[in-house]
């Protein structure tokens, strides 16, 4: 028996559990945690990194700040939500994650997904392969007209790009304009049998955003906010999603 | 995209006038309207076995079940309901194949392919010949996926397999049919080369 408590030296100051829960709607319940491990039973990430999502939650609720922050594990969770799905506490561990990921300095985050973020901050696509409007332009046109030709039953299809007054503003992930432009014409087919009035935007039309992923805020509102603006201007009522 | 446009309207207080939406609602309701004259006869006797990937940004990210079902209404439309096997679990509750969030991207390969190691599982418990994958992450990471454990399934994307159905889809618009596709109900087979 010692005659003194041993008292833990946890400082009084504010932890990143702290911050992030004064972000989220109902600090993210992130202290409401029951450690069930529902989560990390049905976390496919469970056992990468040797971490697992409560392990990660109970880890930020110890105020271990610098094992959070030097974590590879936030960047192999793909912040799927599956774990708050099946969470009887609703806890926002994707957002604790994301929170994390944003605690690297830009530059040494993974150099993949920041490349992909600033290409999409180099012109007014948002792609992610840097790709220009001219060039997406280009390839809309190029493609339409060969199919016009060679499949004459879609003669009067259209690929339109900032059409005035379309119903629908559609976005379109940049690899099959890049990579694999004959991928694009079963949409535009189905589109065009089924009357719908749409659109691509020479503003914004790529439908990936990697500066999500890279928990860059910024750089994601920056996109966000090119590719409605473009939807807006058009008088675009819906703004369909591919993916 | 679904969701990085939805959450990024709301974290960052953007003014819009327009509603977001995900195609395989409309793909759903154009075949329930009959403006997409699908049908499965092309599958009858094939017997060429499906399952989908239920993309986690679409359906447990932003539009829940109602969205998986319209999503299964349009595959089990196109391929035969007879031709359909669900993974498991599914929907909602079904997992990320590892390919979100920047993983593929990441450079942690082998952690990625760990990751998938459930989802090649659930597939493969499946025995279906395809995995309709309607995202290009998806699509990427389970084609990945199906080399690196072996399976040999085939990835396909929704489009392509509507556009089969319809009767409307051309030699070069097979990338992602394997053997067994590539030569049925060929639109302009003219146009090969």
Redesign the interface.
Known sequence: MTDQPIRLGRKKESTFLDRVKEILPQGGNLNLCLTCGACSS?C??T???NMDPRKFLRMAALGMDDEIRKS?WV????????CI??CPMQINIPQLVYNARALWPRDER????L??CDMALRNASTSAMGTEPEDFRFVVEDVLEE?RE??P??ADMEAPIDKEGAEF?L?Q?S?EPVT?P??M???W??LH????NWTYGSKGWA????C???AD?ES??H???T??KQ??HLG???????? | ??F??L???K??N??????????YE??AK?IREG??KVNSDWNKELKIKFTVQD????V??TYGDAIAEDLRFVVKSVVGEENFVDMYPNR??N??C???????????KE??L??????DQQIQNTGADYCIA???NCHAQIHELSEHYGAGYGVV?L??L??LS?G???P??R?YLRDDLKEVNV??PE?EM
């Open positions: 049905g496919p990430a056992g990468l990194e590879k960047w192999m969770c793909s912040m799927c939500q599956r799905y099946v993974p150099k993949g997904i490349g992909s199919y060679a499949q039953e879609f503003f976005n992930n690899r694999e004959d991928e014409v079963p949409l087919k189905i049998l089924a009357g719908a439908g990936e955003n990697y999500m992923f890279l805020d994601w509102k996109i966000t906010t590719t409605a939807a807006d675009c009522k819906i703004f369909l999603n591919t993916e | 995209m679904t990085s446009v959450a990024g309207l974290k960052f953007i003014p819009h006038n327009f509603v977001v939406k995900n195609i409309y793909y154009w403006k997409l993309p986690c940004q679409i447990r990210k909602s509750n997992f990320c590892g390919g979100g969030g920047g993983f593929l991207q990441s450079g942690y952690e990625r760990e990751y998938g190691r459930l989802k309607g995202c290009h994307h489009w392509t509507i556009c319809l409307i889809l051309g070069k618009e990338e639109f302009h146009t």
